[in-house]
């Protein structure tokens, strides 16, 4: 009996606890991720005025460069890191990484570089994450719990996705392996940061699935074979994009550093190539973010959810596009790109298979992130959030394959692996 | 490129190689599952026209006894038998396991005690699936993977619920901690297995939350943070009641071995004190499986989603009932008395707290079971399955903070556990 009172009473202190922690956290990084938000939207805007920024994306680059080189100490490495702190804590993460990450990024998107936002709100999550734990003297076991909570603060603010933030931040710091101790905490804080986001008036893109009536081909099946088979072998697609995103984002970087002896000269040449591509296609639809465009019959993720809505290679363009600015030394995340090729791919093979539109693009959405970041469980449930649960079995299926298929070096560097993704 | 190559071949072969061998296992999981689910209902209809056979309850119970003494093996162990040859493979699984579980479960049900399904399905998968391994000659890691695809497969198939199944298998293992290895051969095998089971014309029943208007308590907060904390709360209740199960049904385990010297005497007592509560209470709705009942009023799971459909204390009585059944040496699964015990308490707390019943009802149902087989994950998508996704983020709060507050115990004793459920 008294084991039990004492047990039941360190669950409660666990929950209060983490529940007054999370509080603050979410107040600043829901606070954070909405003025981001905010003035990525403003940002965006104004960029759609004025095309002629885009011609000042080499400048900007250099901008970028300086500012880290004069201000960003250890900040540079970004989600990697955050996720190294977590794994073994040791130099700390700065202050100023939330600040320079988001003027960075503001920056590669007011001159059209192509990226994202997560990684942007994850640092910030991270970065007040560390401060709140220094200003609460936290020990250092629950700093890395702390450290997991800002990320999942971060993430699930920013995609309107609390869940599939906590599960992300659990799921990322190893590949193949979850486990569950920081959970409570970690819904904890996105939830709350997901109110906090909400409440300063941030709307998030709503995407949707429509409701199918598929054939099933006997009566006694009560699923559509030719359909899921059609969804294994997209799976593998996705994943096989994931990768080839990492790879060559990897080689850019590499290969920019070897050959390219001036460093500041690095995104300043990224930022040429960038508008050398939207010269050659005639098009700046793969500049940004991409979830939207300036004009109706732009390709973007909204679009790439209706037939016609994008090419048939726009997702290999986004790719290109992202790899080269990312890969240059420009700021932002990666996982609004993902979702673009995603979702695009996932058109083209809708058109390439004979299957639904939204459905194949609802599910290259979240199976090109799966593979890219490692985190296939997490991206299944983002399909239900962001879609509905009807297609749960299809987002699984796409999403694990995705992950098998997608080798084993991801996005982050910084992820841990145990053993194989299949053994 | 080379090293592409072969990653990506070695990824194709795993593919091929679990789907084929998922398909003889979901063939024969899935048949003996619709097999189990047909004489499960002929067997619960027989026992409603005969109200009688209650009173054989007992020697159903010694025969039960002398079947698994005669031809039990090591089958007797049951789930706890497969979770060891998972982690340490040894003695092996006997064919036997599958005839005899379901022979022994149905003569528990036919007699009205107070059990489930999942063990039975579970175990028929393992059993399966430890045959297969012989007959294909499959080495030892590869046994493991089978002997989890076979777990997927049954549960997936019992409860039409292929990807919690599959999530099941993996989760169950260890607490708090899940790899992906297996991921694609068990959702490969528990949706065949569901397929197949689906084919033989065998039908789910259907459980639904409505949807709800919540009023959020101002206008620029997205979620109803009173309901929420109602949830939270509930979810500390689930989790208690879970603890409470396993405990009881240890405990009456322990007792009943130590204090009553004959072994077939204790199914015979056990049977007794059955009949006694069923008179004391002058009902029998906690007996049997109980997602239906044999007339419209009777306290049971479907009626547990309605105001009214439970008493206040229904979930203690069938505690007890499936606590003294199961812990008396019947045989069944746990997890429908779960379900059963979760949405009468479910039912209860809602009247208490003014909360929507289907909803709080769709709660219990989940998260008593997460709490009980520490499988918090499991059981999110499980809610999403059955009742679909609007609610994932109060299935996932109900679910996490149940496992955390129903102690380490569980009621699987072969589960292990690497660190403990809270940091």
Redesign the interface.
Known sequence: MQQ?FN??T??LR??FKWTLLAIPLALLTGSLVALFLWSLDEVTKVRYQHTWLLYLLPLGGILIYFLYKKLGKNSEKGNNLILDEIHTPGGGIPKRMAPLVLATTLITHLFGGSAGREGTAVQMGGSVAAWLGRVFRLEQ??VS?MLMCGIAAGFGAVFGT??TG?IFALEVLII?????????PC?VAS?LAD?VC????IHHTKYSISSHDFQPI?S????DVWLLLKVIVAGACFG?TSRLFAVLTYQIKLQSNKLIPIPWLIPAIGGCIVIGFCFALGTTDYTGLGVSGPHENSVNIVNAFHAGGADTWSWLWKLLFTAITLGMGFKGGEVTPLFFMGAALGNTLAILFGTPVDLMAGLGFIAVFAGATNT??ACT?MG??LF???Y??YY??AC??A???S??MGIYSSQRS??????
Chains 1, 2 share one sequence.
């Not at 909400?198 to 008036?201: H, I, L, R, V, Y």
């Not at 145990?418 to 053994?423: D, Q």
Request: charged share 10%; no cysteine.
């Open positions: 039990f047990t039941q360190a669950t666990f929950i076991k629950d719990i609390p869940i906590a193949g392996t979850l486990t569950f101790h920081a959970m409570i819904l939830f109110v909400a409440a300063w008036g006997a006694y099946l009560h699923v096989l296939p469980l449930i239900v959030e509905g649960g009807e749960l079995v699984a299926l694990f394959n992950y098998i298929f080798g084993k145990t053993s194989g993704k299949i053994l």
